[in-house]
Nanobody
Framework: VRLVESGGGSVQIGSSLRLTCVAS????????MSWYRQAPGKERSLVGS????????FVPGLVEDRFTISLNDARNTVFLQMNDLKPEDTATYFC???????????WGQGIQVTVWS
């Protein structure tokens, strides 16, 4: 499974960005996809996950009023819509694809998002 992220960049406070992650390869065992972020000196943290079976999604409370995660019809591309960006959103964002019960996780190479005031 290969994951390729795009859509990051350097933006001004209050801007929006839409991150895209395209998954390719053998996806039959993937049952959900996610976005995580990691800022320098901090642990990687979840910012959204979505089931590829049911499309049920989860966004943590810290960003739930600004971030939305979605899946395309083919269930091989996951999006993270980020609105009203703040400097604290500055991080490297990673796309993940996950097999059931954590049996295996795949990760993209990461994409930088920088928010400046």
């Amino acid at each position: 499974v290969r994951l390729v992220e795009s859509g990051g960049g350097s933006v001004q406070i209050g801007s929006s960005l839409r991150l895209t992650c395209v998954a390719s390869g053998s996806l039959s065992r993937i049952n959900f996809m996610s976005w995580y972020r990691q800022a320098p000196g901090k642990e990687r943290s979840l910012v959204g996950s979505i089931s590829t079976d049911t499309r049920r999604w989860f966004v943590p409370g810290l960003v739930e009023d600004r971030f939305t995660i979605s899946l395309n019809d083919a269930r091989n591309t996951v999006f993270l819509q980020m609105n009203d960006l703040k400097p604290e959103d500055t991080a490297t964002y990673f796309c993940g694809a996950h097999e059931p019960q954590g049996s295996y996780d795949y990760w993209g190479q990461g994409i930088q998002v920088t928010v400046w005031s």
